[in-house]
């Protein structure tokens, strides 16, 4: 008898483990389905994808989307992949997206071509890696996402380029526990409008419903801004996605740079920015407070130099409505002129860092560490000279910055490198006097730190190649 019910026992466990084996299985290996498979919602039979208006409009998606500076490499045509990304788990190299037949997604039908936009999943099956910003192109409007593929398949220039095998070994590679990080972490749904109160808070005393939408819309869907802006969880996802968490763009440290939060904290964000200063740096990559450096300055060369004034302006709008922390930003920054006594001709040597500062940083930056808006950014209150991760002071400083070309035009003015010209001590000198001057609060930079980021920075990683769409 105990025999027998053991057996029924063990047979209804191990029928249990079966059923939920095979329907997991089969969920990480379904195929999610799109608005625009044949009967769905947004499909439409006949539809000319040819259109010169779609067309026009996906080429704008894509410049909002910033599509060409990770799928481009600065010896190959645009959109034939090839950039190397990092990752914990070894490096990703983002693929040919040009319309190619054979190597890029020429054979893409509008549903594949949505899957792996908004659900990340390839025509081929396999799912992508979240280094895509499929959960935030996710909330991509089902026209957007339509357009975008009237521009890849009727505008953009074929190009026959194998894509290269990412540096991830097994059994790291497999792909289907995505699905499961997919369930976990990312969002679905396109982005919905708030209406009325919800899409006007105290910040924006107007209460211009119409142009927060847009603002948030852009924000958070092509501009992908969470991507680099919002911290990462131990699974390395974003940790919000929407102004309904104070994690959303409140700043990240990735590859070797720190995104600065994009909300109102007066020291490390845009507390001090109205919203003319936000439109003029998306506009031109600098203004009175900052001049972009790093890889935002490929967003600004590539991407919102070339959107609506507008549309720039309701990303203004949308920013400056998200509220800051003082608990997380501290007391906010108020200039100390005291500083500029170490900087004095018989006080420079007693002070670590100073007549380097003297020698090497202030015939730009100013003496007084105010800079020269809008040509030279100030350091005095700068948010990487708040910020308590150096990253960004070390990287810029080893490496220099890159070259924005606004209106076809290439800046005069930018940050040399000094990789070959300083020591680890002396760029940790320099810093720590840069980030404990003037009410600056960022701290001090060690040796160390400097010694790590030039082992994991290369130089030509700062040279910005400006790429043409057409």
């Known amino acids: 008898m105990k025999k027998s019910r053991f057996g029924r026992v063990l047979a209804t466990v191990v029928a249990i483990v079966v059923v939920v084996v095979i ?34 409009r996906g080429e704008y ?47 893409y039908s509008l549903a594949e071509f949505d899957r792996a936009m908004r659900h990340g999943v390839a025509r081929a099956g396999h799912r992508l890696y979240p280094a895509m910003p499929y959960p935030s192109y996710a909330k991509l409007s089902d026209d957007d996402v339509r357009a975008l593929y009237a521009y890849f398949m009727h505008s953009v220039q074929p190009v026959r380029q194998e894509n290269r095998p990412n540096g991830i070994e097994w059994p790291m590679n497999m792909r289907w526990p995505l699905a499961l990080w997919n369930l976990a972490f990312a969002p679905s749904g396109t982005y919905q409008a ?6 006007a808070p105290a910040q924006n005393a107007d209460g211009n419903s119409t142009l927060w939408n847009r603002g948030a819309y852009l924000v958070q869907s092509a501009g992908h801004c969470g991507s680099c802006h919002t911290a990462r969880g131990v699974a390395f996802n974003e940790k919000a996605f929407d102004e309904s968490s104070p994690h959303y763009l409140a ?13 109102n904290d007066p020291n490390t964000g845009l507390g001090r920015w109205s919203e003319a200063d936000v439109y003029q740096f998306l506009k031109t990559g600098r203004n009175q407070h900052a001049v972009v450096f790093g890889s935002m300055t490929d967003v600004i060369n590539n991407s919102t130099q070339f959107m ?7 990303i203004a709008y949308y920013l400056k409505s998200l509220p800051g922390s003082p608990e997380r930003d501290g007391p906010p ?44 950014p100030p350091l005095a209150g700068a948010a990487s000279s708040m910020s308590k991760e150096n990253a960004s002071s070390i990287n810029v400083t080893l490496n220099g910055s890159g070259r924005i070309v606004a209106n076809g035009m290439p ?30 609060q960022g701290g001090a930079v060690t040796p160390d730190a400097v010694k790590d980021l030039r082992k994991r920075t290369d130089p030509a990683s700062s040279e910005v190649i400006i790429l043409q769409m057409r």
């Open 308 to 314: 609506t004034d507008e549309d720039l302006k309701a």
């Open 194 to 199: 708030k209406p009325g109160p919800q899409a």
């Open 411 to 440: 800046d005069a003015y930018r940050m040399p490198p000094f990789r070959g010209q300083l020591s680890d001590k002396e760029i940790a000198d320099v810093l720590t006097f840069v980030r404990t001057a003037w009410g600056n």
């Open 333 to 376: 920054w108020k200039y100390d002129a005291s500083s500029n006594q170490a900087l004095a001709l018989d006080q420079r040597l007693k002070v670590p860092g100073a007549q380097t500062f003297a020698a090497r940083c202030s015939a730009c930056h100013g003496a007084e560490g105010r800079g020269q808006a809008p040509w030279i």
């Open 23 to 56: 329907g997991g299985w089969a969920y990480v290996t379904h195929t999610p389905s799109s608005p625009f498979d044949p009967g769905g919602v947004a499909d439409q039979p006949g539809l000319d994808t040819s259109s010169p208006q779609l067309i026009q």
């Open 251 to 263: 700043g990240a440290l990735l590859d070797g740079w720190y995104a600065p939060s994009l909300r």
């Open 61 to 107: 998606v894509a410049r909002a989307s910033d599509c060409v500076a990770c799928h481009s490499v600065p010896d190959r045509p645009p959109f034939s992949g090839g950039l190397a990304m990092a990752t914990p788990l070894g490096s990703i190299y983002t693929t040919n997206i040009t319309p190619d037949k054979t190597t890029g997604i020429g054979a």
